[in-house]
T-cell receptor
């Protein structure tokens, strides 16, 4: 199994839908992250969870709602999104004093 | 605040040649880490190489080496003997030592698109 797994890989949703993105890490890490990657923009940090506690909310609109039920799982709940929210959403995990973060393959989200 | 700058939106290199991807950074943190990631069209961010700000020697990892010039705040990636499979987006990123507000969250540059030609 790969270290960080994201599902689904692709998602198309209407602006009135509610959906969730799932991330699972099998590396025993204690921090997990959601990043957003839009076309022609640097990756933007959205949320950080350390030891299952949210430590960062980078001015993300409330239509994005993260959940970290345990140290291995991270969700991003989506509701009433806008077309400009279409992007690649990447999950990552890391460990204290680690030298790198491990990323999942991302969920490519299209809001129609 | 940390800032990463990658000035080359796109680069071409012929197979088997070496290529250098530029990265400069700006930070007031005394301790930080510098990373390079590769992102193929599949979307996954693949870690390539890491350089700590206090490391005395430039990092190397197989065909990848990092030309770290601390005084100039640059951390260029050198790929030797390019292969067709190296065609991808390459991102330079930086992380401070653990930050109580953002853990080890990375700040990324805008990336450089590398195309390796036969």
């Amino acid at each position: 199994e790969t270290g960080v797994t994201q599902t689904p890989r692709h998602l198309v949703m209407g602006m009135t839908n509610k959906k969730s993105l799932k991330c699972e890490q099998h590396l025993g890490h204690n921090a997990m992250y959601w990043y957003k990657q839009s076309a022609k923009k640097p990756l933007e940090l959205m949320f950080v969870y350390s030891l299952e506690e949210r430590v960062e909310n980078n001015s993300v609109p409330s239509r994005f709602s993260p959940e970290c039920p345990n140290s291995s799982h991270l969700f991003l709940h989506l509701h009433t999104l806008q077309p400009e929210d279409s992007a690649l959403y990447l999950c990552a995990s890391s460990q204290d004093r680690a030298t790198e973060a491990f990323f999942g393959q991302g969920t490519r989200l299209t809001v129609v | 605040a940390q800032k990463i700058t990658q000035t080359q939106p796109g680069m071409f290199v012929q197979e088997k040649e070496a290529v250098t991807l530029d990265c400069t950074y700006d930070t007031s943190d005394p301790s930080y880490g510098l990373f390079w990631y590769k992102q193929p069209s599949s979307g996954e961010m693949i870690f390539l190489i890491y350089q700590g700000s206090y490391d005395q020697q430039n990092a190397t990892e197989g065909r990848y080496s990092l030309n770290f010039q601390k005084a100039r705040k640059s951390a260029n990636l050198v790929i030797s003997a390019s292969q067709l499979g190296d065609s991808a987006m390459y991102f330079c990123a930086m992380s401070p030592n653990y930050n109580s507000n953002s853990g080890y969250a990375l700040n990324f540059g805008k990336g450089t698109s590398l195309l390796v030609t036969p």
